[in-house]
């Protein structure tokens, strides 16, 4: 019963919509824009409760039933159908053929019930399956109690309201306590703006397809006496905002800070509020420097006005920067971090004393680590170590208690995090983006860093692979930590998790915990907090307790059902007594174990050679820039391993050291405009143009024989195109194509893009009816998560059914594309959870997306598991070129690898023929340079050739293809 139990805890968090009482929200006055939050009241002295009917049913059965208590009581029902004032209508549910492995075969109806009652009343319910009764004061915290022998449970859950009507998407809230008690709160709201007319783009007429009258406004709302009410909106509307944060001066000033978008540069602003005289101030740039300034917090300085910390570019890499602000205006920035690597997340807290403490994490010793530094009147001191082990240390939230003890949470990951990692990568591993997460807290005070004597530990979670060779795993991953301190000075740890034990689908929820003494809390579900799993809610305190609020889009499976997404107020009392928490002194370099071994030594050296090596061709000089457009995240992740989007900018930036990089999600998240617009918004964010390029990219799925595609733009703006319906639009006839890719081929040529098919011998792939040279100019020959698509002969691909990754398409085959006259360039990228084994490297005039763009559209790039090398020519032509010569074909071709070069061979393919190897070479050293002729052509003869590279470490590249005629 007990294992059965803890799969289930968590479902309760899946609500759905439904009609409320005192849930209800008063109507928006017309003066108000669309994203003001509207008037609820939260009932703190309320009870709720979580049933979970049906834990042990073998097949559906119905569980309607009623509370019997006078309908006043019965504040709200929500996850399953009202019925009346005090009923509902529910039934437990079979589990897809697909989790059974993980779940039993059916799943318990659940419903979230807030009631009217005294801790001694007795709360009778009637079923269907029977009658049961409890008395609130039995109930403890997420202790659910079992009735009807095991059957059913009943748990106390925080008590929580929406407070913000579903009009717009309302998200980011932040927090801050005034001294009389009012908590405000800061959100941003965004407008899809106008629709998209699916009709007329799947005609060929794609205007509507750009984004127009969309965008972000920061709202600003408060909780008082009982009652949430908005208050006035911070910024206009349109506009490109991220995060704002809120504090409150001693004095009741508010100070309102966040990051926003001005004419193609990211800077962060402020601007006060007084509310005696409900009056802003005027809007202050806080940060000036070109370059992208993002990620902004704040904490108060003592007096009218506040410290702002925030990510910004210093021309080289990301620092931690702090200001302060006041009504007089804006300090001088003061550089918080100092490495010569790149710097992320900070987080700001103000100490009992004053002390200003900011947190952030860094990539300057090759993993991330995290550090705090003290500013005390401005003045800083030393940086100080909190986590600098080998290990994956990230994502830093602090508060202080009330003795001045800073605390700090992180999330923390294994070693060599993004790293060498392919469900069939048979060489050195390291470790995918979210294949376990842990939460870590440790504590610094007069010097000393302390951390619990015991771990945070959570559900553990299956990983089940596509390849079935290999063995489902299950890995704890608890993420995205948010830190508050209450007023027994216990530390709360709030973070996201999948609420079930499979992981299947794009859904995360948000749970709690403090430490007392020497153990950890139960774990607390915040009420109907589903959604993505970049989720922070905001926290307030005070001596009752603590004001939780959080955004949440209701989603119940994945991304695909998620509803407009919107705030809800949760409140979580103060219980129990003090108790000082047990200790032990740390190392922030602490590691268990032998310290790990690089999986690459040599990078920063062969990431360099890539980068200084020139090609000049004529008049033209051609760059070397690594990258990839295949990566998917929290948008479409189809279940719990690829972690937030945040991942990919860190390992893009960081881990794999690219040039450029584009994520791949499913059409941004299943055509949902509002993770459509957090990518666009977040590829901006990171962009720095000649350093660090980020393409519009997504992925466009329709399954075998038309195939899955990748779409990049260079252009921001353009949301994806919509399918036609029907088997003969979408997969059309191997004579004349699909129709459904006519229209997507006419969407990229209007709007500049280009696609590429990838996995192109699996049920994903493709058979080649449809194709456009100049709008399809590559192919996905290698995946990094899957295989080798070349030829079924070739290293790392397929040899039928029986060895392959979901499905064996033998007429996807790259050779079966080249034999029908196919022009198509070759790149590599990773898809899901593989990291560092898929390089589309590009050859490109300039370092810009245009310069990419055109890169793909010339064919010329390379395939590469590695930061290979590969210069392959013909005379004053590159790879990828198609073009008529005189002599015998020559090809010159240089090599430079990151181990010995074990073999190396030209594949040949003749006009209307099957491509053959026709040389072979076996150099043994790590720099080759060698010519080869081909002296058996007919004069006339079309000819294609290209070249693989296998090293000694078996890492692969593939040159593109160069297109011949041979006419003496």
């Not at 409890?134 to 449970?153: I, M, Q, S």
Request: charged share 25%.
């Amino acid at each position: 019963m007990q294992a059965r139990l803890v799969r289930y805890l968590s479902i309760g968090g899946i609500l759905a919509g439904v009609t409320f009482a005192f849930y209800h929200l008063a109507a928006r006055p017309a003066s108000q824009p669309p994203g003001a939050a509207s008037a609820a009241t939260l009932p703190v002295r309320a009870l709720a409760v979580r049933l979970q009917l049906g834990l042990l049913d073998e097949k559906p059965a119905d569980w309607s039933g009623q509370f019997r208590l006078p309908a006043a009581r019965v504040l709200a029902i929500e996850g399953v159908e009202r019925s009346g004032a005090t009923g509902w209508r529910a039934k437990s549910t079979v589990v897809p053929k697909n989790l059974r492995q993980q779940e039993p075969p059916v799943r318990p109806a659940v419903l979230l019930a807030t009631l009217d009652v005294d801790a001694t009343q007795l709360v009778e319910i009637e079923t269907v399956q029977g009658r049961f009764a409890f008395r609130p004061n039995e109930l403890e915290w997420a202790k659910p109690r079992a009735f009807l022998k095991g059957a059913v449970t009943v748990e106390r859950v925080p008590v929580s309201v929406p407070i913000s009507a579903a009009q717009t998407h309302d998200d980011f809230p932040a927090l801050a306590r005034a001294l009389d008690g009012t908590v405000w709160c800061v959100y941003v709201s965004y407008a899809p703006g106008d629709p998209v007319d699916e009709e007329a783009a799947r005609n060929g007429k794609f205007d509507s397809l750009l984004a127009r009258n969309n965008g972000d406004q920061i709202h600003l709302a408060r909780y008082q006496a009982g009652q949430w009410n908005y208050v006035a909106a911070v910024t206009g509307e349109k506009r490109d905002v991220w995060k704002p944060s809120v504090v409150v001066t001693a004095k009741g000033t508010l100070w309102i800070v966040w990051a926003e978008n001005v004419n193609g540069n990211w800077d962060i602003y402020a601007r006060s509020f007084e509310p005696a005289r409900n009056d802003f101030g005027p809007t202050l740039r806080v940060s000036s420097a070109s370059g992208p300034d993002t990620n902004a917090v704040a904490a108060t300085d003592g007096a009218m006005g506040a410290w702002v910390a925030w990510q910004g570019w210093n021309g080289k890499d990301f620092d931690i920067w702090l200001a302060r602000v006041q009504p007089g205006g804006v300090g001088q920035p003061i550089r918080v971090s100092t490495s010569p690597a790149n710097d992320w997340y900070p987080a700001i807290a103000t100490g009992i004393d004053g002390t200003v403490w900011v947190a952030w994490d860094t990539y300057h010793k090759g993993d991330y680590d995290v550090y705090v530094r003290a500013f005390r009147n401005g003045v800083g001191g030393d940086a100080i170590p909190v986590a600098t082990s080998p290990r994956y240390e990230a994502r830093p939230s602090i508060g202080t208690d009330s003795q001045g003890r800073l605390w700090v949470a992180y999330e923390d990951a294994d070693v060599n995090w993004g790293k060498d990692y392919g469900q069939r990568w048979p060489w050195k591993q390291g470790v995918p983006f979210y294949r376990e997460r842990f939460i870590k807290l440790r504590q610094l005070t007069a010097g000393r860093l302390v951390e619990p004597v015991v771990s945070m530990t959570a559900l553990l979670h299956d990983t089940p692979y596509d390849d079935t060779f290999k063995v489902s795993e299950y890995a704890q991953r608890t993420s995205i930590p948010v830190l508050a301190v209450d007023s027994l000075g216990r530390p709360w740890i709030f973070y996201r998790r999948h609420p079930l034990a499979a992981g299947r689908g794009e859904i995360w929820a948000s749970y709690a915990r403090y430490y007392q003494g020497g153990r950890w809390s139960e774990e607390i579900e915040l009420p109907g907090s589903t959604g993505r799993l970049d989720v922070k809610p905001a926290i307030a305190v005070d001596s009752r307790g603590l004001f939780v609020v959080y955004s949440t889009d209701d989603r119940r499976q994945n991304i695909r059902d998620s509803k407009v997404s919107h705030l809800r107020l949760a409140w979580i009392p103060t219980f129990g007594t003090a108790e000082e928490p047990v200790m032990r002194v740390v190392s922030p370099e602490i590691f268990i174990g032998s310290r790990p071994e690089p999986v690459h030594p040599n990078e920063a050296q062969d990431v360099e050679r890539l980068r200084s090596y020139r090609i000049g061709l004529g008049t033209k000089e051609l760059r070397y820039l690594r990258g990839e457009f295949h990566r998917h995240t929290e948008f479409s992740a189809h279940r719990d391993w690829d972690g937030p989007l945040e991942e990919v900018w860190r390992y893009g930036w960081d881990v794999a050291n690219l040039d450029w990089i584009g994520p791949g999600d499913h059409d941004y998240g299943y055509g949902l405009d509002y993770p459509w617009w957090l990518t666009q918004k977040q590829s901006d964010m990171y962009h720095v143009p000649g350093r660090f390029l980020i393409m519009f990219t997504y992925e466009r799925s329709t399954p075998y024989p038309s195939g899955h595609r990748n779409v990049m733009f260079a252009r921001r703006g353009i949301r994806p195109v919509p399918r036609l319906q029907g088997d003969a639009n979408v997969f059309g006839t191997a004579e004349k194509g699909a129709p459904d890719v006519k229209n997507l081929y006419a969407y990229l040529r209007y709007f500049g893009g280009i696609c590429a098919s990838h996995t192109t011998a699996s049920d994903m792939g493709t058979d080649w009816r449809d194709h456009d040279p100049e709008l399809e100019p590559v192919v996905e020959i290698f995946q990094g998560h899957r295989l080798n698509y070349e030829e079924p002969n070739a290293p790392m691909a397929p040899r039928g059914p029986e060895d392959t990754i979901q499905g064996f398409r033998p007429q996807g085959f790259v050779w079966n594309a080249l034999r029908k006259g196919l022009r198509l360039g070759f790149q590599a990228s990773s898809d899901h959870l593989s990291t560092h084994i898929s390089y589309a490297i590009v050859l490109a005039e300039e370092a810009t997306r245009e310069g990419i763009i055109q890169a793909f559209k010339q064919r010329h790039c390379y395939a590469a598991q590695d930061n290979i090398l590969l210069d392959v020519r013909c005379g004053q032509h590159l790879m990828g070129e198609t073009f008529v010569i005189r002599e015998w074909p020559r090809l010159d071709i240089r090599v430079v690898g990151t181990a010995p070069v074990a073999s190396l061979r030209i594949i040949r393919q003749l006009e209307g023929q099957m491509p053959t190897y026709v040389a072979s070479f076996e150099p043994n050293q790590q720099e080759v340079q060698l010519s080869w002729s081909d002296r058996n052509l007919e004069p006339g003869t079309r000819v294609m050739y290209y070249v693989r590279v296998k090293q000694h470490d078996r890492k692969l590249a593939w040159s593109s293809p160069l297109w011949i005629e041979y006419r003496p």
